[in-house]
């Protein structure tokens, strides 16, 4: 029973919404509604604000790293099941949040946040790349599928130097449901209509 509670627990994490609650509650605004329509933080970036889009990055972000966390919990002390994988059942609250009809979403910032948890130096490694990718090419789109493909990568590098490989197989799960979720983008991006952020 305890396994079932806090796989339960995780995806209940993953499903706040942090971008809507954000915006109805503060700013009167359902972010679904506008920009990209997108319930995440690029979107609320590009709707809300600089101030908005950072906070909605940090409690996504906090999703993630939470549920990693679970297990630190007295409650859940006993539990069978791998913190990775409390991680991505987080991440997939975030991309079907039962609080917002099962439609969320791009999982970046939750993703981050279950690297954070689990193995912050690869997490910073992450955000640098993140950052510098960001500052070349103006696209958070492009930005986040570059990361999907390199955070992977650096997780098998550090499995070759005697790292987990469980963290690699994790983190390229959730690269490619990063990628997956950024096709729509990948079609812009190849047309030259894909937007470019204006607050960098």
């Not at 859940?76 to 439609?103: K, M, N």
């Amino acid at each position: 029973m305890e396994n079932y509670v806090i796989i339960l627990a995780a995806y209940l994490l993953g499903s706040i919404p942090s971008a809507l609650w954000i915006g109805k509650l503060f700013y009167g605004t359902d972010v679904r509604q506008h920009g990209s329509g997108n319930m995440g933080a690029t979107n609320t970036f590009r709707v809300l604000g600089k101030k908005a889009g950072i906070v909605v990055t940090l409690l996504d972000i906090f999703k993630g790293t939470a549920a990693v966390l679970l297990p630190l919990l007295p409650f859940f002390h006993d539990t069978a099941i791998h913190p990775l994988i409390l991680g991505v059942v987080a991440v997939l609250g975030h991309i079907f949040p039962i609080f917002a009809g099962l439609r969320g979403g791009k999982a970046v910032a939750t993703s981050g946040g279950v690297l954070l948890g689990f193995n912050w130096p690869i997490f910073l490694l992450v955000v640098i790349t993140f950052l510098i990718a960001l500052k070349l090419t103006k696209m958070v789109s492009l930005t986040s599928i570059i990361v999907s493909i390199l955070g992977p990568l650096y997780c098998l590098i550090y499995y070759f130097m005697g790292g987990d490989l469980y963290l690699f197989l994790v983190v390229a799960l959730m690269g490619f449901f990063i990628f997956y979720r950024h096709r729509d983008n990948i079609s812009r991006i190849k047309n030259g209509t894909e937007p470019k952020v204006k607050w960098l």
